[in-house]
């Protein structure tokens, strides 16, 4: 192999470094009969003029044929511009025709598309109404008898017929839009809406009740009914103070059923009404109350009623919460829950499933089926519950291509589901197939071909392992696409650890760190839920003895089985309650080199009182434990109370809007470690949430900083830190 360039020059074969020189480089290697990869590499100067060569030469009597491979490592996170996101999922009753939402970002700027198209879920790459509604226009369902498609742009709707393509409008410029639901018949519509209401008064705001923080409090929407023949219309239910959730009209035609969530003054502060209202007369009827909370109620991600009308599923925290039920759980590990709507009476449908339930419910036209999606460790899954009397039924798990289900969507009157899947190394596509059958799914839609031909896309090996407490701890750890002989891999952590696992969605930070050479293990320690009951419930009072335990029980484990990884060039990192974790895990243990917190949390007493849902997912987290009556908890486990322990050098990435986890949260620590003479540093982004996500520029500031920070002080390699500001 021959090679020559303006610049110094590297050569690897099948990911292992084979020679290098200035302007020119000379090897011999010996293959088996086969495939391989070469790479070379040309760091050109600055200025530099002149071309590159590459050459091959077979022994005498071989034969050999290459070519250039335009695939290549995505180093640079804007190549991940052209990922395409898929969802907004709506497959017609009969499962022939599917509605679904593409969105695509601009080739240069902020700026993205989304748009509806209607497909044919039986023939791929058959678009049968394109760019339905204009842009921004998503699907909310289809009409019971299949043949219109209720379309939602802003806050109007239309509806497309699919017997002749006609759309007609519904409704335009409806003030505070918010759900929709069809009645059984399709002659009239059931929504939600602020018409009626005044809008809040602006300038000085006066505050009695927590709840008034709350962005997710809103008051104001009720209830309304409308005849899509005459257009004639009239308002179900007045505002009050509660939020009103999920609805849906029984099979009568007459009674609907609804959720709203009210207020108390015990843990856990909030209870779940269900409720039913005769449509002719007007009369209501409380059917039971659940007290369930507020972060993860009832209904907030599933909810449906069964075609005889008789029983309501939906998918809430496992129990009663609050001071007097029998244990803290936790209540972001949702289960299916079927209440009869005659009796009141309640079952939990997945108890003993290892497994959350997290919405997409949808019955059969018959009612012998309900379908879900879940959670069954890191992998999101799809169940069917088939119906027994006296309630809940047998459970059994829906096939599906791909490790990882995004979005799916059930036929009511045929045994079909669409369903946007991906694995680590394997974007989003969008699938048809059988709820039946693993048999027969088809690729519908197929928008990172091209993406998956021009990058080396790199896939997991696993790296699970028995954590300290005795469990079975998940874990995967991914290799860099090329690494120099003999020289020790630099490995970065990743967690989340609150009550969400991290999945094994297709996940682009991953790769644009693998593509820069790093090895990435990634662990979902205890507290996860889709682990089961135990497992989960373990969140509730920890903050960072358990959870933390096992990240650094998992790094000694891999670094132990995979001794090509480098001891000495650890760094971690992981975004809000994984911010908190770690800041915590720097506090207690020197094996990290660098740690990056994304709007993580560093006091749990400034977070309790200041992050706008602090008190509310903390009244789960912190398991009813309150700064004024548990220093150990809220003082002890708070990083910034150790920051004296501190000597990683630590990155801290915040949004200046972020009311989830604020902004203070960062600067607290960043002020202790100043004070103590650490190496820390703060990054605040302007107009940026929770996520610091808002732009496309947002994303790869962050996360392109989120490397330049390791490559400083793993590699020792300031220079694009710098080079940064």
């Known amino acids: 192999v021959r090679a020559a360039g303006p610049g110094g020059l590297r050569l690897w074969a099948d990911g292992v470094e084979l020679a290098r020189g200035d302007d020119a480089l ?24 002149g071309d590159a060569s590459l050459g091959l030469e077979p022994a005498a009597g071989q034969a050999l044929a ?29 499962g022939a025709l599917l509605a679904a939402t593409t969105t695509r970002r601009d080739a240069t700027g902020d700026g993205s598309e989304t748009w509806l198209d209607v497909l044919d879920a039986t023939t791929p790459g058959r678009v049968v109404a394109a760019r339905l509604g204009g842009p921004g226009a998503a699907a909310v369902s289809w009409s019971p008898d299949g043949v219109l498609l209720l379309v939602r742009r802003g806050t109007s709707l239309w509806t497309w017929s699919r017997a002749d393509g006609s759309v007609a409008e519904v409704l335009r ?22 018409r009626g209401t005044a809008d809040e008064p602006a ?6 009740e927590l709840r008034e923080r709350l962005d997710d409090w809103p008051t104001r929407p009720h209830l309304h009914w409308l005849d899509l023949e005459s257009g004639a219309r009239r308002r179900l239910t007045a505002p009050g103070d509660w939020v009103q959730d999920a609805f849906a009209v029984l099979a009568d035609g007459r009674t609907l059923v609804f959720l709203r969530n009210v207020p108390i003054e015990r843990r856990p502060w909030f209870v779940t009404e269900v409720r039913t209202l005769d449509l002719q007369d007007g009369s209501e009827r409380l059917v039971r109350t659940l007290r369930m909370g507020f972060e993860n109620r009832p209904g907030l991600f599933g909810f449906a009623a069964s075609p005889d009308a008789t029983t ?28 009869d709507l005659a009796s009141g009476s309640l079952v939990r449908a997945s108890a003993g499933l290892d497994a959350s339930a997290d919405g997409s419910l949808a019955w059969s036209a018959d009612g012998r089926t309900l379908y879900f999606a879940g959670t069954e460790g890191s992998r999101p899954a799809l169940f069917r519950m088939d119906a027994a009397e006296g309630g809940g039924g047998r459970l059994r798990r829906v096939g599906f291509d791909g490790e990882v289900v995004e979005a799916v969507s059930f036929a009511t009157a045929s045994p079909r589901m669409a369903y946007v899947s991906s694995a680590p190394e394997e974007p989003p596509t969008l699938r048809v197939g ?66 969400t696992p991290v999945t094994r969605r297709f996940d682009e930070l991953h790769q644009f760190l693998v593509a820069n050479g790093y090895a990435l293990y990634v662990v979902n320690p205890r507290g996860a839920k889709g682990y089961g009951e135990a497992f989960a419930n373990l969140h509730a009072g920890d903050w960072g003895p358990l959870a933390g335990a096992d990240v650094l029980a998992g790094v000694e484990d891999v670094l132990t089985r995979f001794p090509d990884l480098d001891p000495d060039a650890v760094g971690c990192y992981g975004g809000s309650y994984g911010g908190f974790l770690t800041m915590h895990l720097i506090t207690r243990a020197p094996l990290f080199a660098a740690a990056v917190s994304l709007y993580g949390i560093s006091n749990l007493t400034s977070y309790f009182g200041d992050g706008m849902w602090g008190w509310t997912y903390g009244d789960q987290a912190f398991a009813g434990r309150v700064p004024w009556r548990d220093r150990e908890l809220f003082v002890e486990r708070s990083p910034l109370f150790s920051a004296e322990a501190i000597d990683t050098p630590l990155l801290l990435l915040h949004g200046d809007d972020d009311g989830n986890v604020p902004p203070a949260e ?21 107009d940026e949430d929770h996520g610091l996500r808002g732009t496309w520029s947002s994303r790869v500031r962050h996360r392109t900083l989120l490397l330049d920070w390791f490559d400083r002080f793993l590699r020792d390699e300031p220079a694009a830190w710098e080079a940064g500001w």
């Open 26 to 49: 000379e090897a011999r290697a010996t293959w088996r009969a086969g495939r391989h990869r070469l790479l070379l590499r040309i760091a050109r100067p600055a200025g530099a003029a």
């Open 66 to 94: 290459w070519s250039v491979d335009p695939a290549h490592a995505p180093a640079d996170y804007d190549e991940w511009r052209d990922l395409v996101s898929l969802g907004g999922l709506a497959l017609s009753p009969d």
């Open 173 to 194: 410029d409806e003030p505070g839009l918010g759900p929709v639901e069809w009645a059984p018949d399709g002659s009239f519509l059931v929504f939600a809406s602020t």
């Open 203 to 208: 300038g000085v705001r006066r505050r009695v």
């Open 312 to 339: 309501l599923a939906f998918v809430g925290p496992p129990g009663e919460l609050g001071d007097d039920a029998e244990r803290e759980v936790n209540a972001f590990d949702p289960d299916l829950w079927l209440l």
């Open 434 to 499: 059988f709820t039946d059958s693993e048999n027969g799914h088809v690729v519908l839609l197929d928008p990172h071909a091209d993406l998956r031909r021009r990058l080396w896309l790199a896939a997991p090996v696993d790296a699970s392992f028995e954590g300290p407490g005795g469990e079975a701890i998940d874990a995967w750890l991914y290799w860099p696409h090329v690494r120099d002989e003999g020289e020790p891999v630099p490995l970065i952590v990743y967690y989340y650890g609150g009550a």
């Open 666 to 686: 960062s600067e607290q620590m960043f002020t202790a470690l100043r004070l103590l003479g650490r190496t820390v540093e703060l990054v605040r982004f302007a």
